[in-house]
């Protein structure tokens, strides 16, 4: 499962294949439009922490938290992502995705009473939990508590990203690279989403996409699509989102969605 992230052949061949940069690319963008929100969450539960030192802290101990556990997810998700019924089933995932976010965007009424029940429901377990003696203190409670988080976000973005390449490296390097900048650069990502509101839903619908292509590599369809043409298909996306984008605002001015 984890020789090809120890073979330097597979490294140099990555790191020197154009192709191979274009799909590390396409996974850059999906991590940091996927994930972006799931850093504002991330960064708010250290604001538990008494002082920016210890925040920033717990968030490069969480960072390097990422790393391993996406090393370790990669190498077992490149070995399960073979048998078809597990691509079965992260197609049905990723379809699930994607159709619940179009839904909730036609019914945000309805989208919001249910996260406020969930809320409800989260703030009820926690009254009625009884206090208990901590083993652990703030900060490394603080840690264990964001990378629980980033292991519960992060299930979308490399399901995702396995179906786009088979090459655990090419999934690892786009990952981590991802990860920094989502970290990084979460604000600039936010006000970016938050002037072109189109790249939220662009991003749903590559994971539709990335789904038809999981689905359509299954017996009896058996059609791969080559990574190229895959690449080539996600930043057109990009580019006519940015387009319909820029003529929406044209014609009715800039308003979200």
């Known amino acids: 499962m984890y020789a090809p992230f120890f073979d330097g052949n597979n490294w ?3 790191l020197t294949s154009s192709n191979d940069w274009v799909i590390i690319l396409t996974l850059i963008l999906m991590e940091c439009l996927l994930s972006v929100d799931n850093a504002v969450v991330l960064a708010a539960q250290t604001q538990v922490l008494p002082n920016k030192s210890e925040q920033r802290k717990s968030l490069v101990y969480g960072l390097w938290g990422a790393y391993l556990f996406r090393f370790i997810v ?10 078809w019924e597990i691509k079965l089933l992260g197609s ?17 009424q309805q989208a919001a009473e249910h996260e406020k029940e969930k809320k409800a429901e989260r703030a009820a377990h926690h009254k009625n939990k009884k206090p208990k ?7 490394w409670r603080t840690v264990v508590s964001i990378e629980a988080m980033d292991i519960v976000f ?3 973005s490399v399901l995702a990203a396995l179906a786009v390449s088979d090459n655990p490296v090419v999934v690892l390097i786009g990952g981590m690279i991802g990860i920094l900048c989502m970290r990084g650069v979460a604000e600039i990502i936010i006000k970016l989403m ?3 509101p189109e790249l939220q839903p662009m991003a749903y619908v590559l994971i539709g996409i990335i789904a038809l292509k999981l689905l359509l590599e299954l017996p009896p369809f058996n059609i791969e699509i080559p990574n190229a043409a895959f690449a080539a298909i996600v930043f057109s996306v990009l580019g006519l989102t940015i387009a319909f984008h820029f003529v929406r605002v044209k014609k009715h001015g800039q308003k979200h969605l």
């Open 12 to 14: 140099l061949h990555v």
């Open 74 to 83: 990669i190498g077992i998700g490149t070995y399960l992502i073979n048998f």
């Open 92 to 108: 049905i995932y990723l379809f699930y995705l994607c159709i619940k976010f179009f839904y909730d965007q036609r019914h945000p």
């Open 133 to 139: 003696k901590h083993v652990l203190s703030l900060f």
């Open 154 to 156: 992060s299930i979308d």
């Open 194 to 196: 938050d002037i072109i």
